[in-house]
């Protein structure tokens, strides 16, 4: 992984942004990039803060020495709240049942809350039609509400009329909270999208995961010098030369047409490279690329290659490229799973080591 290029990716988006505040999201292990190296990299860069999805994740960068602000997504219950607030984390407001468990709660600390407003995404927030009825809460609770956020449904369309929609929906909440005399600092309705599509408006900080990870489709990306920063390799166990008819995998669904060399990498489905690129993903081997045949498996893949090739147990074959034109760039192994950059990143698992060596 390329931390040099992660700093670039975060000083690109704090140049493009309006003076609007850049804060990482590193949950699931920041897309499967490494939480601890991530942020700490971001932190010398300047980072004020992140974002993470649960309790435990944020305690985990805690455990690494990171002591910049965290605000966790999620819900945490009750007897969760004092280890919170003994790691000084923020915690966002995910619906108005919540908004009241907290403000019951006495804490003996400042305790940061984030109101999570629902302004069309529907998993989380309260509900716009019910803020009225929690501004007894949220006075109560004023002293600890650091901030006010959404999240956007659909700011990476090519039709952003829903997008604008939400962003009305939160500057008429925003209102309705200084009506009531209620500004809290931060304000945040922006994901990457949302942001680099300049869906701010009057907003000090935009939450950016995807984009820091230059892994967005989004032409503004590109236009904003966001670059990918994670490359996958495996290391080859065994290259064998095979004869015509030889069969590979689990259900034999590969046959050898003609004589090959067959290598076989300590990778497979328990590390995230997904079974179901099983006989249709290509791999890098010295500028070339090579198919994966036979069934992926559990702690290893097969890869066919021209009996010709030199290829010997430790040498090293790309999975997955920095280079989003590749055919096994993250991107377009997305497209070959018919999912998204995200779900193919997030999905390495933490046995899979990480070379956060930065590379120039």
């Known amino acids: ?131 009225g009825a929690c501004l007894d809460a949220i006075h109560h609770l004023q002293g600890r509400i650091r901030g006010v956020m959404g999240h956007f449904s659909a700011s990476d369309e090519p039709d952003l009329r829903f997008a604008g929609i939400q962003r ?15 500004t809290p600092p931060m304000i945040h309705h922006a994901n990457s999208a949302g942001y680099l599509r300049g869906l701010t408006g009057g907003d000090t900080h935009a939450r950016c995961g995807i984009a820091l990870y230059g892994l967005s489709d989004l032409g503004e990306s590109e236009a904003a010098g966001l670059k990918p920063i994670l490359e996958l390799t495996a290391e080859v166990t065994r290259a064998v030369r095979i004869p015509a008819g030889t069969t590979v995998g689990y259900g034999s669904t590969y046959v050898a047409p003609r004589p090959l060399a067959l290598a076989t990498l300590n990778c497979g489905y328990a590390d995230g490279y997904p079974r179901a690129l099983s006989n249709r993903a290509v791999v ?37 490229s920095r280079n989003p034109e590749e055919p096994h760039s993250v991107r377009n192994t997305a497209r070959l799973l018919s999912t998204i950059p995200y779900e193919v990143t997030s999905a390495l698992n933490r046995r899979v080591h990480h070379d956060h060596a930065s590379s120039s």
Not at 68 to 89: D, K
Not at 284 to 307: E, N
């Open 284 to 320: 890098g081997f010295r500028g070339r690329t090579y198919p994966v045949v036979g069934k992926v498996s559990m702690d290893q893949l097969t890869v066919a290659l021209p009996d010709t090739v030199l290829i010997r147990p430790g040498d090293r074959m790309t999975l997955l």
């Open 168 to 182: 009305r929906r939160f500057e008429g909440a925003l209102a309705q909270l200084r009506d009531a005399g209620l």
């Open 1 to 131: 992984m390329d931390l040099r290029q992660l700093v670039r990716n975060f000083q690109h988006l704090r140049r493009v942004s309006g003076g609007v505040g850049i804060l990482p999201v590193v949950k699931a292990n920041a897309y499967g990039h490494g939480a601890a190296p991530v942020a700490r990299a971001l932190v010398s860069a300047g980072a004020e803060g992140f974002c993470v999805a649960t309790l435990q994740e944020a305690l985990d960068l805690r455990e690494d020495g990171l002591l910049a602000p965290i605000l966790v997504f999620g819900s945490l219950r009750p007897e969760q709240f004092p280890v919170a607030e003994a790691n000084h984390l923020d915690l966002a407001v995910v619906s108005a049942d919540y908004l009241r468990e907290l403000a019951a709660w006495q804490p003996r600390a400042a305790f940061g809350l984030h109101l999570n407003l629902d302004t069309g995404m529907g998993r989380s927030g309260i509900l716009l039609d019910d803020l």
